[in-house]
T-cell receptor, first 116, second 114 residues
């Protein structure tokens, strides 16, 4: 079974600075997806960014980018120019690309605080 | 708006009672997933249905059951409720083709058991 580990329960960053959230995962598969979801106080699950394992290029979405290291099974999220609205729980998630195994497996989350 | 609709948004009930949570997936999505999020915890996978059939099972208690109907909406039934069942229950849906791999989440149903 796949597992996802987020070793930083809490992180804080000054507004406008850059922060990196860590995620590692364990799998024997070669084809899969990785995601970062944001959960603000409203508790809605919001997709931040996604990465397909067969793509070597790191995904980028505006101020959010990832560092995907497939051999190391590492998938970190970098948030640049942090804004107050970025304060939330961030969950790393894994999804197999295998047919019949489509569920997401989540890490335990990192609570990000933005310091004004 | 993810396109996934969950009702009710909030529910307060007593121990020993039974509740039903309802989910309507995004238009065209045949697969529905249920997740449980206890206070300040990660999301735990409960069960997945695809086109009316159970497809995968996670850490779902025997007191819980789910089904997916011909119109593709799904219901999660929780019975003999205990205090520890208080949680946020999410429904998500997806297509099964490779696509983006993304699951689309509803806003959740917050269950409080007193």
């Amino acid at each position: 079974a796949q597992t996802v580990t987020q070793s930083q329960p809490e992180m804080s960053v000054q507004e406008a600075e850059t922060v990196t959230l860590s995620c590692t995962y364990d799998t024997s598969e070669s084809d899969y997806y990785l995601f970062w979801y944001k959960q603000p106080p409203s508790r809605q699950m919001i997709l931040v960014i996604r990465q397909e394992a067969y793509k070597q290029q790191n995904a980028t979405e505006n101020r959010f980018s990832v560092n995907f290291q497939k051999a190391a099974k590492s998938f970190s999220l970098k948030i640049s120019d942090s804004q107050l609205g970025d304060a939330a729980m961030y969950f790393c998630a894994y999804r197999s690309a295998a047919f019949g195994n489509e569920k997401l497996t989540f890490g335990t989350g990192t609570r990000l605080t933005i310091i004004p | 708006d993810s396109g996934v609709t969950q009702t009710p948004k909030h529910l307060i009930t007593a121990t020993g009672q039974r509740v039903t949570l309802r989910c309507s997936p995004r238009s065209g999505d045949l697969s529905v997933y249920w997740y449980q999020q206890s206070l300040d915890q990660g999301l735990q996978f409960l069960i997945q249905y695809y086109n009316g059939e159970e497809r995968a099972k996670g850490n779902i208690l025997e007191r819980f059951s789910a089904q997916q109907f011909p119109d593709l909406h799904s219901e999660l039934n929780l019975s003999s409720l205990e205090l520890g069942d208080s949680a946020l229950y999410f429904c998500a849906s997806s297509a099964l083709d490779r696509g983006t791999g993304e699951l689309f989440f509803g806003e959740g149903s917050r269950l409080t058991v007193l």
